[in-house]
Each structure stands twice: as structure tokens, then as C-alpha cells.
């Protein structure tokens, strides 16, 4: 019989560490519900102490989820236990997540402590949180650059203070699969009392082996993976959820298996890319749009002849759907909801029919809608809550002539008009914008993605400005590239507001 690993997902917290992909209570709580009809052991809710927002996430998603363990993140510090505590008062299975850095490089610089001082923390931070929940997960920061004898010491000690999980994460993502391995049996085999917890993988993807580190702890005793949506994390990323769950799928001379139902994944990542704004690259592993997709002559016959030449997985068991409904013009109602659904996505039926006449227009002006497009408009929708709108917007731009753009905006029910000149259409509707948001912004990226491809297609725009010393991310999406650069300019406005 196989044994069971514990899927722990951080994107709502490692995840969303990511800048410009911040999600409200409400879009946290649509994603954690997702997580759940996933499959997901844990869910990392948030990081209290951090923010009122952070906070607030774990209480709501603690009263919106029905059997996953929820996790709150602190530090060693009995303030941000006491705050974990009170954001889990409502979890049906509340878990403490506390830790302390453990490498040299931490406890000299980061802490200028000493090996036993740390020690010592570890221990008081997990029977501090005992008082407060039975399920306490410890984490050694930076336990990949960690000296072994010293990390077993620290493991044994927490297991001994009452940590049921003990997380071991390759926090700077430095080691090497065999090596990361060797630490996990290492563990296993020198720590007494190491079965009284669940040891536990957390590992970063800065040099592209997050998944490959995984799996090695897996192999050598670890039963509970830390994992993100789509790879999400700080800087190149966390472990991806769906790699591991399909690699112990598709592999079955392993010995592990998961609660995950695979046919969720697909719907699932999406979800996250439309909400947190961040396209999933075509060619990333399970779930990007290049996964299945054959373009070598050999390679065609080879699938057309038997799928399983070249493909190792089934599409639809990580819940792609190869007959998809074509969506155009002249769909219903009832076909934008099902491929929504199918992404799992649910909109009441006021929201639907807002979702619906935006989906018109869009189909109006392009031969086909993917289903990046519908995702996009249903993101978008959320555009009615700002208090800064664009009523209108009109450029000219052409050959031998100035650039010039006027625009009209509805900041809190109060109109506005102006128009200026540029370098350029996107350029004269800006500076027709500031003509009206007299604020000092400094646009520091300015980023176009096309979804599919096309004339007609539809163009993202990720935008990052500075307003006095701080950043802030905006989003806009449109067939036009001028809509789609304004929408994303306003959406930092009304962030900086």
C-alpha cells in the first residue's frame, strides 16, 4: 500500500509574496475554496502579524473551508504566535507555523546570535505555541545551508518541545537534489523521535531544482511537500503542485501518493494566473499551454498514432479539456458559464451578466474567444468597485502626424475631461490622465503580453510605477493596446488612492 504525502499550499502566502500579485479577502477565499475542491491538506493562510489584511485572510478563509488543517505563519516571537492564534480562532483544524533561521550565515548576520541562542528560541517558540493549538509545525530557515549535525540537533529538540511537522526548506533554493536528499535521510537516521512528526520539504526554485529537491526529500523520508499554484514564490519560485502530484501519478514503481484530484489542476491554475494576474509561461510543466501541444512532423504521427509515443500524461487527468466548447458571438449565457466553471470560476448572476455584455463586445471584435480571454473579462469585472473609471477614451496616432489622445474619467461619481499630445498614442493618454490625477508617477515597467496571437487578439499589460518611494502594481486587459495601457495605469491610480 502506498503511503500518504501531505500537500501544504503556500500560495496564498509564499505565493502571494509575489509583488504585484496581492489578492483581497475576498479573491483569497475564492482561491482557498478552490484549493479545497483540489484536494490540499494544508492551507497556508497568511502571515498575521504582517498586516490587518494578512490577518483578516486567515480568519475568513478559516470559516470558509471545511476539512483542510489551516496554517498561519510567524516568526519566533510570542507576539506573532498570540496574533496566529487569534487569526486561527475559527479554524475547524488550526495549525501554528513557527520558526527561526538555523544556518551560520542567518544566526551571524541575520540574528549576531549563537547556535544555542537559536536553539533555545526554537524550543520556546514551539512550547509557547502548544498553549495555543496541538499542531505546530516548526520551520529551520535556510535549513539547506544548514550543518547537518547541528540542524539534527535543532530537529530533535523541537520534536521534544511538541512540533508535530518539522519543515526543512532549501529556503535559497542553493542545494543540489542528491545533496538535499542526503540531508533528509540524514535526518531520518540521526535524530531519536524523528517518526513522532511529519518532516516536511519547502524548496525555492532560484537555480531551477525546487521540484527535482522535492521529490529527493520524498524519496528519503520527508511525507509532507510545501508547495505553490503554478510554481508562484519570492523571487524565481516555489515547488509547483502539480509537478510533484503528477510525477507521483505518473510514476508508479513510487511508493506515495496524494489526496490531490488531478482533474482540478488545470481549472485551479488558471484560477490563480487570472486572479493574481500573472500569465503561466506556455511552456511550464503540466499546466502551461504548450504542455500538450506537438508541433514536429515526427512527433505529430507519433501521437496521432498512439498518444502515449510522446505524451506521458493524459491531458484530461490534470483536467484539460481537449473538446472544448468554441466560444464566439453568438454563444449563450450557458456557454460562458461552463467554460468559467470549468475553470472554476463562479459568478452570481448579476456578475454574469456584466461578465456576459463584456464578452460581446470582446466577441465582437475578434473571430474566436479563448479561454484566456473569458478569464481576463471575468478579472476585469472587478473593475467596477474602483473609484477611479475611464468613461472614454479616444487616440490618434498616425504617420506624419502628432499623437494625440483625450479621456474622460469618473473619479467618485465626478466627471472629468482632458487631452494632450505625446510621443505616441499610449504616451498622449497619459499624459491626458495626469493632465486630471495630478500625482507624481513614475511608470518603472511597462510590460505587453499578447494571449494568443493575432491581430485581433488580447493584449495584457503588467505596469509597476513609484509614487513618493513606494511601488505599485496595475493590470489591464483589451484588443487595444492604448485601453489596455490606460486600464493598467489606472489601476495603479486607484491603489495609490
Not at 513510487?254 to 494566473?273: A, C, D, G, H, Q
Not at 479616444?394 to 506624419?400: D, K, L, R, V, W
Request: aromatic share 6%.
Amino acid at each position: 500500500m502506498n503511503e500518504r504525502v501531505y500537500i501544504f499550499d503556500t500560495t496564498l502566502r509564499d505565493g502571494e509574496q509575489v509583488p504585484g500579485c496581492q489578492l483581497n479577502t475576498v479573491e483569497k477565499i475564492q482561491v482557498a475554496k478552490a484549493l479545497e475542491l483540489l484536494g490540499v491538506d494544508i492551507i497556508e493562510a497568511g502571515f498575521p502579524i504582517s498586516s490587518p489584511g494578512d490577518f483578516n485572510s486567515v480568519v475568513e478563509i478559516s470559516k470558509a473551508v471545511t476539512w483542510p488543517t489551516v496554517c498561519a505563519l510567524s516568526r519566533a516571537v510570542e507576539k506573532d504566535i498570540d496574533l496566529a492564534a487569534e487569526a486561527l480562532k475559527y479554524a475547524k483544524r488550526g495549525r501554528i507555523h513557527t520558526g527561526i533561521g538555523t544556518s551560520d550565515e542567518h544566526i551571524r548576520y541575520k540574528f549576531n546570535s549563537t547556535r544555542e541562542e537559536v536553539l533555545e528560541r526554537a524550543v520556546r517558540a514551539v512550547k509557547y505555541a502548544k498553549k495555543y493549538v496541538e499542531d505546530v509545525e516548526f520551520y529551520a530557515e535556510d535549513a539547506g545551508r544548514t550543518d547537518n549535525e547541528y540542524l539534527a540537533r535543532v530537529v530533535e529538540a523541537v520534536i521534544k518541545a511538541g512540533a508535530t511537522v518539522v519543515n526543512i526548506p532549501d529556503t535559497t533554493g542553493y542545494c543540489l537534489p542528491d545533496e538535499f536528499g542526503a540531508k533528509i535521510k540524514y535526518l531520518m537516521e540521526h535524530v531519536d523521535g524523528i517518526h513522532k512528526a511529519v518532516i516536511s520539504t519547502h524548496c525555492h526554485n532560484d537555480l531551477g531544482m525546487a521540484t527535482a529537491n522535492t521529490m529527493a526529500g520524498l524519496l528519503n523520508g520527508a511525507r509532507q511537500c510545501e508547495v505553490t499554484i503554478n510554481g508562484i514564490g519570492e523571487r524565481a519560485g516555489n515547488t509547483a503542485l502539480e509537478e510533484i502530484a503528477m510525477i507521483l501519478k505518473a510514476h508508479k514503481g513510487i511508493p506515495l501518493e496524494t489526496n490531490i484530484n488531478t482533474k482540478r489542476i488545470f481549472p485551479t491554475s488558471r484560477l490563480v494566473s487570472s486572479l493574481m494576474n500573472m500569465p503561466v509561461q506556455p511552456n511550464k510543466a503540466i499546466v502551461g499551454k504548450n504542455a500538450f501541444a506537438h508541433s514536429s512532423g515526427i512527433h505529430q504521427d507519433g501521437v496521432l498514432k498512439n498518444a502515449q509515443t510522446y505524451e506521458i500524461i493524459d491531458p484530461n487527468d490534470v483536467g484539460i479539456d481537449t473538446n472544448s466548447i468554441v466560444l464566439t458571438a453568438r454563444s449563450g449565457r450557458a456557454a460562458l458559464k461552463y467554460r468559467l466553471d470549468v475553470h472554476g470560476v463562479k459568478l452570481d448572476e448579476k456578475k454574469l451578466d456584466e461578465v456576459y455584455e463584456q464578452f460581446l463586445r470582446l466577441a465582437d471584435s475578434k473571430k474566436e474567444i479563448h479561454d484566456d480571454d473569458i478569464l481576463m473579462l471575468a478579472g476585469a469585472d472587478r473593475a467596477s468597485e474602483r473609484r477611479i473609471k475611464v468613461d472614454w477614451l479616444q487616440a490618434t496616432s498616425g504617420i506624419g502626424m502628432k499623437p494625440v489622445a483625450s479621456i474622460g474619467l469618473d473619479i467618485a461619481g465626478e466627471k472629468f475631461e482632458a487631452a494632450a499630445t505625446g510621443n505616441g498614442p499610449v504616451d498622449a493618454s497619459i499624459n491626458a490622465l495626469r493632465q486630471i490625477i495630478r500625482r507624481h508617477v513614475t511608470i518603472n515597467e511597462f510590460t505587453i503580453q499578447g494571449v494568443s496571437k493575432g491581430s485581433d487578439d488580447l493584449c495584457k499589460v503588467h505596469m509597476q510605477v513609484e509614487n513618493e518611494g513606494r511601488i505599485y502594481y496595475g493590470f489591464g486587459a483589451s484588443t487595444d493596446i492604448v485601453t489596455a495601457s490606460i486600464e493598467a495605469y489606472v489601476d495603479c491610480i486607484n491603489k495609490i488612492v
